[in-house]
C-alpha cells in the first residue's frame, strides 16, 4: 500500500501538519542557489564554452555551438515527419489555445480628463523572448504551445525556444509543435546554463528581454536569479493538484491524483474530502493504478514524500485548507462545484465538475498550463498575452492644462526640495509666449 500521508482537520495540530506537508525543498534550497549561481556566472563570463560544459555535464552529450542550433527548417522537416494523427493534435490544440488567448489582448485607451489633460495607456509586444520547454524527465510538446502561442497573439517580434535534450536526442514532437506554433529559432540545452544564455546572450543564443515558461528547481531557481537583468513570468516549477470531492469514482479520482504526481517525484497530490470512506476508496485505487502506470517510481515516490488525503468536517474547512495551498491546479469534483467556488480565493486553474480531468487544461481546454506553483498562486497568474506585452503611460498637455494643475506640483517639487522640478513648471506658467 504506498505510503500517503492521512490527515484530519479536527486534529489540534492540523495546521501545523498542513504546514509541513507544504514545506518541500524547492529552488529555494541553499545548494540549489549556490549551484546555479555558479552555472550563471561561469555561462556569463564564457558564454558557448561553459554552455557546453554544462549540457555535457547535465544532459550527457557532447554539444557545440555549431550541433545546439535547431534551425527553423529543422522544425518544419520534423512537422513533416511526425504522424498524421499528430498534427491534427497539435493543430486543434494550437486553435483552442490561441482562440482563449485572443480574448487576453488589451488595447489602448486614454481619456481627457476636466483640467485638460490627456491621459492613456499604451500596450506594445516585447521584442524578443525566451521559452523554457522542460524536457528532463519527459519531452513536453504542449508547453511549446502553451509558452509559444501566446507569445505570438501578443506580437512578439522573435520567439527563442530553448530545450534540453538528454543524450543529444531531439524530440520531434517539440520540434514539430514549435514549428506550428510559431516558434523562431531553437537551442537544444536546457536546466540553469539555459537560463543564463538566454539572459546574458552567448556567442551563439541571443539574449532575450524575458524568459517565461515552467521548469525544475534549477530552472526556477535561474530565473529568480536573473530576473532585473530580463523580464521573468513567474515561478512554475513542480507541478501541483488538488481535488476536493464528495463522491465520484474512486478510480477516477485517483487517477487524477496521480496525473500531476507522474511529473517529478518533487510534484505534489492532494486530495480532500468530507468523506473518510470515500478517502480509503481512492487510496486503493491509487494502489492499483500505480501497479500498472509505467511512470510509477516517480509517482509513488511524489505520493509518498509530498501527497495527502485529507478527511475535513465542512465544505468551508475544505475551502479554507485550499486557499492555505494556493495550488496550481484544483479540481473541484463535486456534485455542486458552483457552492464552493466563491469561496476559492487562491488557485492557478480551477476545473469544476466530474468531466474535466486536470488533463484536459494540460492539452487542449484552451487556458494555458504554465501555472504558478509552491502557493506563489496567492500573488501570481496563469502565463497569459498579458505576459508578452507591457504598458507605457501616454500624458498630453495644453497650456490650460498645466496652468489648472502645475502649481500644486510645482508646490511639492519646492517642498522636496527640488528646484529644477518646480523651475520646469514655473517656466510653462509664467511664460505667456507660444511656441
Ligand atoms: N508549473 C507548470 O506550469 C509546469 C508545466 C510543465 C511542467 N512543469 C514541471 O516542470 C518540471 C520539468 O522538470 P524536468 O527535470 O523534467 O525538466 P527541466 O527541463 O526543467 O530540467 C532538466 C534540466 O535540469 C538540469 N539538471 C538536472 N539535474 C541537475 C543537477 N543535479 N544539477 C544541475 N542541473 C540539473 C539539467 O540541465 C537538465 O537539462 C517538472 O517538475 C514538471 O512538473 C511545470
Ligand atoms: N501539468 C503540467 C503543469 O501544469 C503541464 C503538462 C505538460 N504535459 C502534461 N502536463
Ligand atoms: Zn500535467
Redesign the pocket.
Known sequence: MAGIARLDSADVDFSKQLDALLTRETDTGDDVQHLVADILANVKRRGNEALCEYTARFDGWACTPESMEISHARMEEAWHAVSEQDRQALQLCVERIRAYHEHQLQADWDFTDAAGLTLGQRITPLDRVGLYVPGGKAA?P??VLMNAVPAVVAGVKEIVMVVPTPGGELNELVLAAAYISGVQRGFAVGGAQAVAALAYGTETVPAVDKIVG?GNKFVAAAKRQVFGTCGIDMIAGP?EIVVVADGGHPAWLAADFLS?AE?DEAAQSILISTDARLLDQVAEAIEAHLAVLPRAAIARASVETHGALIHVHSWEEAAEAVNTIAP?HLELALEDPDALLPLIRHAGAIFLGHFVPEALG?YIAGPN?V?PTNRTARFSSPLGVYDFQKRTSIIRSTRAGVEAVGPAAAHLAHREGLQAHALTLELRLNDRTDV
Do not use: A, I, N, R
Open positions: 513536453y504542449s508547453s515552467p507541478s500531476q511529473h496550481e494540460d498550463h501555472l
